[in-house]
Structure formats: structure tokens, C-alpha cells
T-cell receptor, first 113, second 111 residues
């Protein structure tokens, strides 16, 4: 158990809809990362927060947004969903940022129909 | 695309043999590297990491080798077991706050 909690585990929704994925980092970790993993693909970095502030941005679509709250949990919002958004979305946390291991949750599987 | 890649998409080994999974990276500024193991239905699990001021680091049954001259990283698993079957990813940090992952190698262990 990595200590990172993601909810929900599964999400099925229709095109055009909006969903929110939630992540609770490991106790004490200040950095939260979001990654997208499509079928048989690697992990694509979306965005990182550190202690509530956006720190780094990857290939995140404008339809997607995220935030980290004062209690350090994070949410990833996906809107105007398309079929191609179907993927596993992983949250990870680390103590210090890029030069310490990221600890991953078990992901949210999003299916857009 | 991303700068981290893998030579072999699938590696099949016999139980008890040693496994070597390779990874090439293109960013010479990268100074921190991690290997992850991902089992079906789970998130990536940290295996071992190495900083660029080292060329070798050992863990329990695993060794990571870093060759900065040719920008190559490898993961060696000793006495491979069925439980080692998974997809293995290398990842690099280029002194920013993001970790870039390769496409992964599937390790299959047969009896």
C-alpha cells in the first residue's frame, strides 16, 4: 500500500460530461502529481502541485484542470469529455518534488461512452 | 515525444534466471532516475532509484546501472520469480519537478 488514495476506482460517463477525480496524498507529502495512462501506453505527465501551488505542467488539455487544497488533497477535473479521454488516471505524491520517489495510487479508470 | 525509451517491449525469462531490462534516455541534463514496476490493475510501484553521481546501486535482488556516457539505464533482477511478472518503466527527472516515463517493458516469467 503506497499510502496514496484515489477515488473513485471506476467511472463510466458519457461524452460531453464532466467528472472530478480525487486524490489524497501520503501523510506528510506536499507534492501531488497527475498522470494519464492510455491502454498499453506509458504514463503521460499532466500536472504537478506543491503545497497548494501549481509547480509544473505537462501535456494537459485545456478541458482538464486541477487544484490542490489546503489539506493537500487534490482534484482533477475533466470536462467536455471525449471518447479518447478514456484512460487510467494516476495520482502520485512525493515529499520534496522531482528528486524523490513518487508514490502512486491505484488509479481511477475512466470510461467515456 | 518524451525522451525516455526502451529497447525491448517484451522480455521472457525462465524462473530462476536473471533478467536485464534496458532503457535509453536522451536528455543529458537528467540527473535522477527511477525504476517502477506496474502489475495489472495497480499503480506503478517504486523499485529503486539512482542519482547521476552514481553508476550502480543495489537493492534486494535488484541492481540499477547507469551509464551516462551512452545515456543508458538498466535494471537487473536476480533469480527472477513469477511474482516479478509485470511491466517495468524507467523514468527520468531533468532537474525540473516532473518525472518523464518511458513506454515500458513487459517481463514474462515462465516456469
Amino acid at each position: 500500500d503506497s499510502g496514496v488514495t484515489q477515488t473513485p476506482k471506476h467511472l463510466i460517463t458519457a461524452t460531453g460530461q464532466r467528472v472530478t477525480l480525487r486524490c489524497s496524498p501520503r501523510s506528510g507529502d506536499l507534492s501531488v502529481y497527475w498522470y494519464q495512462q492510455s491502454l498499453d501506453q506509458g504514463l503521460q505527465f499532466l500536472i504537478q502541485y506543491y503545497n497548494g501551488e501549481e509547480r509544473a505542467k505537462g501535456n494537459i488539455l485545456e478541458r482538464f484542470s486541477a487544484q490542490q487544497f489546503p489539506d493537500l488533497h487534490s482534484e482533477l477535473n475533466l470536462s467536455s469529455l471525449e471518447l479518447g479521454d478514456s484512460a487510467l488516471y494516476f495520482c502520485a505524491s512525493s515529499a520534496r518534488g522531482g528528486h524523490s520517489p513518487l508514490h502512486f495510487g491505484n488509479g481511477t479508470r475512466l470510461t467515456v461512452t | 515525444g518524451e525522451s525516455v525509451g526502451l529497447h525491448l517491449p517484451t522480455l521472457s525469462v525462465q524462473e530462476g534466471d536473471n533478467s536485464i531490462i534496458n532503457c535509453a534516455y536522451s536528455n543529458s541534463a537528467s540527473d535522477y532516475f527511477i525504476w517502477y514496476k506496474q502489475e495489472s490493475g495497480k499503480g506503478p510501484q517504486f523499485i529503486i532509484d539512482i542519482r547521476s553521481n552514481m553508476d550502480k546501486r543495489q537493492g534486494q535482488r535488484v541492481t540499477v546501472l547507469l551509464n551516462k556516457t551512452v545515456k543508458h539505464l538498466s535494471l537487473q533482477i536476480a533469480a527472477t520469480q513469477p511474482g516479478d511478472s509485470a511491466v517495468y518503466f524507467c523514468a527520468e527527472n531533468d532537474n525540473t519537478d516532473k518525472l518523464i516515463f518511458g513506454t515500458g517493458t513487459r517481463l514474462q516469467v515462465f516456469p
